[in-house]
């Protein structure tokens, strides 16, 4: 199973929106609607922010939203805040059953 | 509180073996699928396998690279996760995090525990 693609790099500046993307293929983005989002502080275990695509777990802030279109996934950040600077991981459910990731997006807050 | 934490890691020789624990609270582990993900020095997230509930048969899956070496067990009358590696190969050096698989995706993360395969 390869990994799904994101870049490598987005940044904005405090206050703005920014979209990262995440492409599959028709055996797991595609295929489900298993696509969940991680948020990675230096030195810190990952966090879930998006789940079965769009839905938010308690607690993750409403600047945070998913979307999917096809064999892509998407995690948007508006209002963008200095602690929002951190790495993201796209994930989807896979049809082996098993997970897998996207390589992870290095977010800078200018 | 859900509580995952992770125990085990260390420095081990190729071909070794390193069993990894997971000491769970804060929800009925006995429920719970649960999952273990890796990161290698500088690098990304990688599934490595799950096991699931008892109940949805106690069943495991693993991640290509880790399949035949590794095997996942779980004791419930513990609230513990295990993960046994062995054949252990310089790039299985990562910290190893245990997670929930309670909704569709890996909620709830451990602080993980590394593990470096080197001679």
């Known amino acids: 199973q390869s990994a799904l693609t994101q870049p490598a790099s987005v940044s904005g500046s405090p206050g703005q929106s920014i979209t990262i993307s995440c492409t599959g293929t028709s055996s797991d983005i595609g295929g489900y609607n298993y696509v969940s989002w991680y948020q990675q502080h230096p030195g810190k275990a990952p966090k879930l922010m998006i789940y079965e695509v769009s839905n938010r777990p308690s607690g993750v802030s409403n600047r945070f939203s998913g979307s999917k279109s096809g064999n892509t996934a998407s995690l948007t950040i508006s209002g963008l805040q200095a602690e929002d600077e951190a790495d993201y991981y796209c994930s989807s459910y896979t049809s082996s059953s098993t997970w897998v990731f996207g390589g992870g997006t290095k977010l800078t807050v200018l | 509180e859900v509580q995952l934490v992770e125990s085990g890691g260390g420095l081990v020789k190729p071909g070794g073996s390193l069993r990894l624990s997971c000491a769970a609270s804060g929800f009925t582990f006995s429920n719970a699928w649960m999952s273990w993900v890796r990161q290698a020095p500088g690098k990304g997230l990688e599934w490595v396998g799950r096991?699931?509930?008892?109940?949805?048969?106690?069943?495991?899956d693993y991640a290509a690279p880790v399949k035949g070496r590794f095997t996942i067990s779980r004791d419930d009358s513990k609230n513990t996760l295990h993960l046994q590696m062995n054949s252990l190969k310089t790039e299985d050096t990562a910290v190893y995090y245990c997670t929930t698989e309670i909704v569709a995706a890996l909620d709830v993360w451990g602080q993980g525990t590394t593990v470096t395969v080197s001679s």
């Open positions: 096991i699931k509930s008892k109940t949805d048969g106690g069943t495991t």
